[in-house]
T-cell receptor
Framework: DAKTTQPTSMDCAEGRAANLPCNHS???????VYWYRQIHSQGPQYIIH???NNETNEMASLIITEDRKSSTLILPHATLRDTAVYYC??????????????FGKGTKLSVKP | NAGVTQTPKFQVLKTGQSMTLQCAQD?????MSWYRQDPGMGLRLIHY???????DQGEVPNGYNVSRSTTEDFPLRLLSAAPSQTSVYFC?????????????FGAGSRLTVL
């Protein structure tokens, strides 16, 4: 599996865009990029995923570089409730053990007033 | 729609005791899994199931058993609790979304082993 590298922590001002980077330089052609977040003591929450194209949903946007070696999760207008640990994961499509998601330590995003 | 329900939310055990953490989902998801999370760490996969009657080991399976007799339920059994099993346990279920594996997590079960 491709490994990911994320900054340990980041700060963002409330109301501004939060841009969370993730490097996955060994990603293979069929591996998806997933983003989850975990707000203190709660179960992780799915945010978004993508394969090659940029993706947007009601929570965030995912920008994947053309070579797919890195991606950026964008929270367009961060609020205090977005303070959480954000996990970037890459994984092959679902299929037995290959579908398991492996979580690293993620990025601790602190949104400040 | 309840999603993924875990019980109990909190449990204290003595070393050597056994117990079962319950996990139920009402979304008809085929895939279910158990993770544990220790302070300052990411989630580590304990066991998973790709359907009723099928289970397999994850990264840290020792000391835990699972079974999957129905699509809805995926209990995690601690056979003889040890202090090293003090952790927060999360159950998840998932569906396919365009080939990807999108997990829905429960709220967690916090276990303390004395």
């Amino acid at each position: 599996d491709a490994k990911t590298t994320q900054p340990t922590s980041m700060d963002c001002a409330e109301g501004r865009a939060a841009n969370l980077p993730c490097n996955h330089s060994t990603i293979s052609g069929n591996e998806y990029v997933y983003w989850y977040r975990q707000i203190h003591s709660q179960g992780p929450q799915y945010i978004i995923h993508g394969l090659k194209n940029n993706e947007t949903n009601e929570m965030a946007s995912l920008i994947i570089t053309e070579d797919r070696k890195s991606s950026t999760l964008i929270l367009p207008h961060a609020t205090l409730r977005d303070t959480a640990v954000y996990y970037c994961i890459v994984r092959v499509p679902y299929g037995g053990s290959q579908g398991n998601l492996i979580f690293g330590k993620g990025t601790k995003l602190s949104v400040k007033p | 729609n309840a999603g993924v329900t875990q019980t109990p939310k909190f449990q204290v055990l003595k070393t050597g005791q056994s117990m079962t953490l319950q996990c139920a989902q009402d979304m008809n998801h085929e895939y279910m899994s158990w993770y544990r999370q220790d302070p300052g760490m990411g989630l580590r996969l304990i066991h998973y199931s790709v359907g009723a009657g099928i289970t397999d080991q994850g990264e840290v399976p020792n000391g835990y058993n699972v079974s999957r007799s129905t699509t809805e339920d995926f209990p995690l059994r601690l056979l003889s609790a040890a202090p090293s099993q003090t952790s927060v346990y999360f159950c998840a279920s998932s569906y396919l979304a365009g080939g990807a594996n999108v997990l829905t997590f429960g709220a967690g079960s916090r276990l303390t082993v004395l």
